[in-house]
DNA sequence: AGCCATCAGTATAGGCCATATACCGTTGCC
DNA sequence: GGCAACGGTATATGGCCTATACTGATGGCT
């Protein structure tokens, strides 16, 4: 692997890009320069001495334009047009630095995420810091709910990878194998991820007024002949929120807790049955 | 409540819808009569005796159609083109069965989601049965990916909610509270949406020639300096695959079960603990 | 029997979108 | 100073969703 050594997280990147890149090996994978992987993992400044005026942007700057359009007003008001207008430029000027919209969203995406948590200085045991790790991750899908609807192939960014060993580091030496710590590890983002998806679902329809809500929804339709359990938890005000719009968040968030600790606890009889056996 | 007794999971249904459809309360809810819980839980057959030529298609004829393309070619391929082209009718005559195209993606996702399966007569405790959910409902995903990438509000269709109500009458006498029998509910339903989903990622990405696979990207950038938990699995060979582009599919559902495992062991003991306190 | 409101399907058009292509003008190196 | 590289733009193509206006078929009513 003979990559450059002067790649950054191109979360502190300014410079532009290259079609093809320089970074990573002479062979480049299939699909050619413009894979999503290598624009991700593109070098930061890059010293420029070529000809030609200098770029007025910088991939970043595009890609944050971008991640504000979608903060504000979600992922799918996020189009070249928008970007270019916030940017002050033309439309077809942003090809000069993402190769594609896709790549711009994997980008989003990843620049997003942000750096892992440092959980070096939690205290406690690997349980309080695999839950802390769920829980800022978490935080993240509530910064940018857009993340969760937004289309991206695979997990390999910078940031995404970062994240990936953050967690892995915390569950290293607790008695799993290598196999069982990629299948935690895995679990943990998917179950995260996906009870996010469902929460900024809720959360959205409790806040706009031209969306019913979970609760009203049911109340409709729930008869007990045909939905007897849901039913029963509905007399009981099982689904009645705390308050308002905001109360769906953090309702959603003790469903993940609650998930996690009892996955926490079923880790640690595992891997204390395993001990004892030898 | 007073719903006209004659509805149906539009699985069945046949007939043409009207605008404001006839069921539900006399209130509609807020957004009117176009919203997606009421088009969801339109009526199914509706005996004609108004003036106009016979509708040619169905609701239903629609919406399969729609899963036909997305099976094909993803959720992307939808358009009201291709379905229309499909169906062979113009774009336009389309909107005289589904409100819009979001309203139709909706319906989709319920139609793909089918009944689920019918757990009384699985053999064994609610472990087991908990699991064949799981199971029933990672086998909707596999067989329909698109389902993962489709943008649904909210999980308020009748396929839907009969999905919720057949884990949570399983779950419903194990000895949890109705919070948490909720918590649980959707902690299960994220965790496999979420699994599902990167299972599918991951599988297209390995499938896919212009498609980085997630071993090959790591072993482009994972230097043990940087991520020297996720060098050392790799290493370890861990991230190879067992046998070619089929085999991502089922090597994350081992990563599924595995943590369901972990986590009904753990509500095993939580209720346990509960119950020896009185 | 004949009127007519109703409704299925169509045609057209407007306003978005991503992006291929061709072009202009600037820049730094030789 | 020439020239190749490069940033930014203008234009155009083909796709998308859907509002609007229309045609023609239908069945209940008088």
Not at 157 to 171: R, S
């Given at each position: 692997m003979a990559y450059t050594d002067g790649y950054t997280l191109y979360t502190v990147s300014v410079g532009c890009q290259r079609k093809g890149g320089t970074m990573g090996s002479e062979q480049t994978p299939p699909g050619g320069g413009s894979s999503t992987f290598e624009f991700l993992w593109r070098e930061g400044d890059r010293p420029r001495s070529s000809p030609g005026p200098r770029p007025g942007l910088s991939v970043t700057q595009v890609v944050v334009a971008a991640i504000a359009i979608a903060d504000a007003d979600g992922?799918?008001?996020?189009?070249?047009?928008?970007?270019?207008?916030?940017?002050?430029?033309?439309?077809?000027?942003?090809?000069?630095?993402?190769?594609?919209?896709?790549?711009?969203?994997?980008?989003?995406?990843?620049?997003?995420?942000?750096?892992?948590?440092?959980?070096?200085?939690?205290?406690?045991?690997?349980?309080?810091?695999?839950?802390?790790?769920v829980t800022a991750l978490w935080g993240r899908y509530q910064a940018h709910p857009w993340m969760l609807r937004a289309q991206v192939?695979?997990?390999?960014?910078?940031?995404?990878?970062?994240?990936?060993?953050?967690?892995?580091?915390?569950?290293?030496?607790i008695g799993l194998t290598y196999e069982e710590m990629v299948s935690l590890a895995l679990f943990l983002t998917g179950a995260t991820q996906g009870l996010a998806r469902i929460s900024t679902d809720l959360a959205r329809a409790a806040g706009e007024d031209d969306l019913i809500s979970f609760g009203e929804a049911l109340a409709a339709v729930a008869r007990p002949d045909r939905f007897p359990?849901?039913?029963?938890?509905?007399?009981?005000?099982?689904?009645?929120?705390?308050?308002?719009?905001?109360?769906?968040?953090?309702?959603?968030?003790?469903?993940?807790?609650?998930?996690?600790?009892?996955?926490?606890?079923?880790?640690?009889?595992?891997?204390?049955?395993?001990?004892?056996?030898?």
């Open positions: 992922i799918d008001a996020v189009s070249m047009q928008q970007v270019a207008k916030r940017l002050e430029v033309t439309p077809m000027s942003l090809y000069r630095y993402v190769p594609s919209k896709k790549h711009l969203v994997e980008a989003m995406f990843d620049e997003a995420s942000g750096a892992p948590p440092g959980l070096d200085a939690v205290p406690g045991g690997w349980q309080v810091r695999v839950e802390a790790w192939s695979q997990p390999i960014g910078p940031n995404q990878l970062a994240w990936l060993e953050a967690l892995l580091a915390v569950i290293k030496d359990t849901l039913s029963a938890l509905l007399s009981a005000g099982t689904f009645d929120l705390p308050a308002g719009a905001a109360g769906e968040a953090t309702s959603t968030e003790t469903d993940l807790t609650f998930g996690l600790r009892q996955l926490i606890e079923g880790i640690e009889a595992h891997v204390a049955a395993r001990a004892e056996r030898g």
